[in-house]
């Protein structure tokens, strides 16, 4: 029998799986195990499908994912920290035939944007917001954020978050669920490939909203790991977010074609 | 020539974005230029030239949508007075490290702190000296009438595209406030989407499919990069240095002694150099017109005419002063007069200083 | 020429609006104007004035203390401006409401009765524009012509219907005003 060689094997009939281009061929800058890498390309997988790269401008966060615009192969702007709601209504405001969305941590958009994140989705601004939740600053060293869960280990609540005097987690998501401007919201995971399914479909309906000039923004967010500030294995990290954030973050749809969820 | 009006300085601004063809205007209101944002949402742009005019909810917001709307290569602007300005100067430092154009205003009050809504020119040093973060300039426009509100307006959008750099129209309570004879410049048109791509390749307008992406960023964790981009800055800066000083020189041919003032006290040493020459004294303005870029050449100039002394006036403890000592280099003898927390000197005020600090001994 | 003024009186009373239309009277001779008012919290319900300087040349300092004349409408204005008005120049205020009456022998005095005025002709919005014909009248520094084109300039279509009533006011104070010391 003849031997096997590399050109038999690589032909169109067999791709099982491809990289999309709208990823570019950049190493990740992630830690192995990190979510941020499945959620950036996630997206770009649903701006390819859609047809939406020519008009599509992205705008990243100051966080880990600060660099997205070396991994997302579109137009990026790097916003300050905080403020990438509002760079984006911004571009929409003055393009609103064109696709804008932002990607934000949970420091950048629950912390210092609160303020952005709010208005932005108050006035409705016709935008997607993908909102990375890790429940830390990754990017900082693992300090605590507006989203660590009461009694979470960080360096900043090194005995643990005490309610009492470091104030109570903030679900952004559900508080944005209830303001008008909202048309959809929808909390999800991407930890396991049937999450990535999942999330995947929310990302398509957020875009396809923002296509479909839907009144209001379409926010979804991705309860995610931060393995290295949380100090485990990425496999621990992803059993710990199961068991800890999911029951305190509850995924699913929480508001539907401007429809809160029963 | 074009149409006139009896306009405030705010208003003026305000009418002007619209004809220099702005694409939006992003603020949040402050006394003293309220009447900014309220003119052009009484104004109905959109119906008129497709501009956007929208209330941010607070001036971080407000830059950061100019950040955004620059990024993507329209022409578009804010406006403040000092406490906003603050909010806004982490965002201008994004504008500049990531050499974006745009215009914004500054229709200075009193401070620190909430300081006073009566007029000021206390942030000198904020305006020309930083601000923000960083080794970064912007040019600033200093207008000393209603018309230069008008003016400075399309200027200041030329010299921000021409430079990718943010222009700073640096204002007071005084010229926002009060009215003047102004004659509007005719209706610049928009660029459409197109021409925007077109003219402006570093914008990100959408990538299209075979060409390179269009990054707009500050950062680079690289600092020899780093390091490149700020020379390149720098360079940048050194040219505006060069080619765009912009000045009036009033009654300074056979000056003894000059007055250097920029925008409302300019105006009120204008008289005091009036009352003056009645008393035969040979004074001269000099009127700064860019703040960046100082004209430290040109002063520099008038000293080796021989002038004996200088007085540098402004609303403030002592800011621009430094700078016209830095420029005449121990020439001549350089002294400040100010008043501040939102007093206006008088004419006469100015007078009496120049004769006691200047002329006197 | 230059003429150098300021008005002062109550907010409410139209000071601001009109020295406005002065400026836009000076606009429509082709003359350099300039309108500054006192702003901010100081004008709410409290007293309001504005420097107006109407010139043939270009207008220096907008801001002034000392004036050819001072248009005086309440008292806390006579006790701040009296002082303030040049040798050799006018004063002209409306004695109503007044309990301390300028008393400076270096200037001219004038008199408006324009509150009463007003009320008389049954419109008490057109207080300012009485007092404005009286100004004029002593000092004719612009054409009543170009005033009425100034109004017209200025206030939106929907209110030219008024402008024969606020020009019955300007020639009720042309009329009416009266000079109260004997400097000249
Ligand atoms: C104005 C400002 N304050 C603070 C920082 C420092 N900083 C950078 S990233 C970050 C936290 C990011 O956390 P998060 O948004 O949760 O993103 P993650 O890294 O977890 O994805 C902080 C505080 C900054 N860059 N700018
Ligand atoms: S620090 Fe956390 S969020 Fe950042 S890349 Fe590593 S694992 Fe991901
Ligand atoms: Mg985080």
């Known amino acids: 029998m003849a031997e096997i060689t590399f050109e038999d094997i690589v032909k169109p009939e067999n791709l099982v799986y491809k990289k999309t281009d709208l990823m570019t061929d950049k190493a990740l800058s992630y830690c192995p195990g990190c979510g941020h890498g499945t959620a950036h390309r996630i997206v770009m997988e649903i701006i390819e499908e859609l047809g939406l790269e020519e008009k599509t401008i992205g705008v990243a966060p100051v966080g880990c994912s600060v660099l997205a615009y070396e991994f997302m192969n579109i137009d990026m702007t790097q916003a300050a920290h905080g403020r990438a709601p509002a760079v984006a209504t911004g571009i929409k405001r003055v393009y609103p035939d064109k696709i804008v969305f932002t990607y934000q941590g949970d420091g950048d958009l629950a912390a210092i944007g609160t303020a952005e994140t709010i208005h932005a989705c108050n006035r409705g601004e016709k935008i997607v917001i993908i909102f990375v939740n890790n429940g830390i600053y990754g990017m900082t060293g693992g300090q605590m954020a507006p989203t660590t869960l009461p009694g979470m280990k960080s360096s900043t609540s090194p005995f643990g978050r005490d309610v009492e005097s470091m104030g109570n987690p903030l679900k952004m998501t559900e508080l944005v669920a209830q303001l008008p401007g909202t048309y959809f919201v929808t909390r999800q995971a991407v930890h396991t490939p049937a999450a990535v399914r999942r999330a995947k479909k929310s990302i398509r309906k957020a875009f396809e909203n923002q296509v479909n000039k839907k009144p209001g923004i379409s926010f979804v967010e991705i309860v995610s790991n931060c393995n290295s500030g949380w100090k485990m294995t990425p496999t621990d990290s992803n059993k710990w977010m199961e068991d800890n954030m999911f029951p305190f973050y509850p995924l699913g749809d929480i508001k539907v074609d401007g429809q809160l969820v029963k | 020539m074009g149409e006139l009006k009896l306009m405030k300085g705010n208003e003026a601004l305000a009418e002007a974005a619209i004809r220099a063809g702005a694409d939006a205007y992003f603020g949040y209101p402050i006394t003293p230029q309220s009447e900014v944002i309220e003119y052009l949402m009484a104004e109905k742009p959109y119906d008129r030239t497709g501009m956007v005019v929208l209330q941010a909810e607070s001036e971080i917001a407000a830059i950061n949508m100019v950040y955004g709307a620059a990024g993507a290569g329209k022409r578009v602007l804010t406006s403040s007075s000092s406490p906003g300005v603050s909010l806004k100067q982490e965002g201008i430092s994004y504008i500049a490290g990531s050499e974006l154009p745009c215009v914004y205003a500054n229709v200075v009050r009193g401070g620190p702190g909430l300081g006073t809504i009566q007029p000021s020119q206390a942030d000198y040093f904020q305006s020309t000296k930083g601000g923000g973060h960083g080794d970064y300039k912007q040019i600033v426009l200093a207008p000393a009438s209603v018309q230069e509100m008008s003016d400075f307006v399309k200027l200041g959008f030329d010299l921000a595209f021409q430079y990718r750099i943010p222009v700073l129209i640096l204002s007071d309570g005084v010229i926002g406030q009060m009215m003047e004879k102004v004659e509007l410049f005719d209706q610049i048109p928009r660029l459409t989407d197109e021409e925007v791509a077109e003219k402006y390749p570093w914008a990100t307008t959408g990538k299209k499919k075979g060409t390179e992406r269009r990054i707009i960023t500050s950062l680079d964790l690289d600092s020899n990069k780093m390091e490149e981009h700020n020379l390149h800055l720098q360079r940048k800066y050194k040219t505006i240095v060069e080619n765009e000083v912009r000045y009036e020189l009033i009654d300074c041919d056979d000056a003894e002694y000059i007055i250097v003032a920029y925008g409302s006290s300019a105006r009120i040493s204008q008289k005091a150099v009036q009352m003056a020459r009645k008393k035969g004294i040979k004074v001269g303005l000099f009127r700064l017109i860019t703040l960046f870029p100082f004209p430290a050449k040109q002063m520099q100039e008038l000293c080796k005419k021989g002038v004996k002394g200088w007085l540098a006036v402004e609303m403030s403890a002592g800011q621009m002063v430094e700078d016209v000592m830095l420029s005449v280099k121990g020439c001549a003898k350089v002294e400040h007069f100010g008043r501040f927390g939102g007093i206006v000197h008088t004419p006469e005020e100015v007078l009496r200083a120049l004769e006691e600090k200047i002329i006197g001994d | ?184």
């Open chain 3, 1 to 184: 020429m230059t003429e150098e003024i300021i008005i002062a009186g109550f907010g409410g009373q139209g000071v601001l609006s009109m020295g406005k239309i002065l400026a836009y009277s000076g606009i429509m001779q082709d003359q350099e104007v300039s309108w500054m008012p006192s702003y901010g919290p100081e004008m709410r319900g409290g007293t309001a004035n504005v420097i107006v300087i109407v010139s043939d040349e270009r207008i220096s300092s907008p801001i002034l203390t000392i004036f050819d004349t001072a248009i005086i409408l309440n008292q806390q204005s006579m006790d701040k401006f009296e002082k303030s008005v040049r040798p050799g120049g006018v004063l002209l205020y409306d004695p109503n409401g007044i309990t301390r009456h300028p008393v400076r022998k270096d200037i001219t005095i004038y008199q408006i009765e324009g509150a009463q005025l007003a009320a008389e002709m049954g419109n008490t919005k057109i207080f300012n524009m009485i007092v404005l014909g009286a100004f004029l009248k002593v000092k004719p520094i612009v054409l009543l012509e170009n005033v009425i084109k100034g109004l017209k300039k200025s206030l939106p279509e929907r209110y030219h219907k008024l402008i024969p009533m606020n020009e019955d006011a300007l020639t009720m104070g042309m009329k009416n005003v009266v000079c109260s010391n004997s400097l000249n």
